[in-house]
């Protein structure tokens, strides 16, 4: 069975910073592409960052890039997404995604995709 669990969402200040993880199992997961999709309420679907299998390619949307940060860790089947000077534009649900290819991830077309965790940011 498949699952991708984020978590390190919360509440913080405008140019503040967190960090989410997404901890993945039942799949190959050192061979496919993980990312990060946002949905701020009443919006729709947003991809957010995409990181290669081997972690040696990132890819990032405008919003964010300079800002945000993906890595991932395939001993421990993690992919992290390091925010920083979060904006209030920033607030939504983020979800971590895996799939076969950049562009399935960039299509928000991802294989498997988490339940998500929310991210607040004040002005």
């Known amino acids: 069975q498949v699952q991708l669990v984020e978590s390190g969402g919360g509440s913080v200040q405008a140019g503040g910073s967190l960090r989410l993880s997404c901890v993945a199992s039942?799949?190959?997961?050192?061979?496919?592409?993980m990312g990060w999709f946002r949905q701020a309420p009443g919006k729709g679907l947003e991809w957010v960052a995409t990181?290669?299998?081997?972690?040696?390619?990132?890819y990032y949307a405008d919003s964010v890039k300079g800002r945000f940060t993906i890595s991932r860790d395939n001993a421990k089947n993690t992919v992290y997404l390091q925010m920083n000077i979060l904006k209030p534009e920033d607030t939504a649900m983020y979800f971590c995604?895996?799939?076969?290819?950049?562009?399935?991830?960039?299509?928000?077309?991802?294989?498997?995709r988490g339940q998500g965790t929310q991210v607040t940011v004040s002005s």
């Open positions: 990181i290669s299998p081997s972690g040696r390619l990132t």
């Open positions: 039942g799949y190959p997961f050192s061979t496919n592409y």
């Open positions: 995604a895996a799939g076969g290819s950049f562009l399935s991830l960039r299509e928000l077309r991802p294989d498997y």
